[in-house]
């Protein structure tokens, strides 16, 4: 348990729903983060929330909506996913973006 | 941020210590390492961090050389649960931006 959870753990959806995942970090950290992990490949950093700055990587499609309320919570709003969309998408938080992560036990998402 | 180049893959035998090295020739001055572990279908999981020499904990120890160009993750007396990807990060200086994980090292311990 590294405090930091995540909703659903296992998510199947067709190419039209909609769908979101949440991420809740109980450690009083400033920074959190959405990484997707496709089948043997490195993570992917997707998304990162801090107090100093708020980063996208420009290759996540715009099918993927990060939101973030506050600096306990982060959600991943997905629309019109596609089947390679599919992967183990894992959140994390840190005290600020320089501080080494926690993760959460990942969503694993299924696109059919 | 610094690249990283680790080796795919390394196999070792029950009660041994393997040393994983990292190498990150253009790391920063005020960059740290970070060492992760990963077991399959789970996030990965804080192993180490260090800036300069020598840095232990209850897990690892991990060596950084004067020039700081290279670190070495040492895991004592291996056992099979070690069985993971170990991945080396470097580079907290900069923007989050450059986040990246490389593409780590899987580690199979054998009986």
């Known amino acids: 348990e590294t405090g930091v959870t995540q909703t659903p753990r296992h998510l199947v959806m067709g190419m039209t729903n909609k769908k979101s995942l949440k991420c809740e970090q109980h450690?009083?950290?400033?920074?959190m983060y959405w990484y997707k992990q496709s089948a043997k490949k490195p993570l992917e950093l997707m998304f990162v929330?801090?107090?100093?700055?708020?980063?996208e990587n420009n290759s996540v499609p715009s099918r993927f909506s990060p939101e973030c309320p506050n600096s306990s919570h982060l959600f991943l709003h997905l629309h019109t996913l596609q089947p390679e969309d599919s992967a183990l998408y894992l959140c994390?938080?840190?005290?600020?973006?320089?501080?080494?992560?926690?993760f959460g036990p990942g969503t694993r998402l299924l696109v059919l | 941020l610094a690249k990283t180049t680790q080796p795919i893959s390394m196999d070792s035998y029950e009660g041994q210590e393997v040393n994983i090295t990292c190498s990150h020739n253009?790391?920063?001055?005020?960059?740290?390492i970070t060492w992760y572990q990963q077991f399959p279908s789970q996030g990965p999981r804080f192993i180490i961090q260090?800036?300069?020499t020598k840095v232990t904990n209850e897990v690892a120890s991990l060596f950084i050389p004067a020039d700081r160009k290279s670190s070495t993750l040492s895991l004592p007396r291996v056992s099979l649960s070690d069985t993971a990807v170990y991945y080396c990060?470097?580079?907290?200086?900069?923007?989050?931006?450059?986040?990246?994980f490389g593409s780590g090292t899987q580690l199979t311990v054998l009986p």
């Open positions: 994390a938080s840190s005290q600020d973006w320089r501080g080494f992560q926690y």
């Open positions: 450690l009083g950290h400033n920074a």
């Open positions: 929330y801090s107090l100093e700055e708020r980063v």
């Open positions: 253009n790391i920063a001055t005020n960059d740290y």
């Open positions: 260090g800036y300069k």
């Open positions: 990060l470097v580079g907290l200086s900069g923007s989050a931006r450059q986040l990246t």
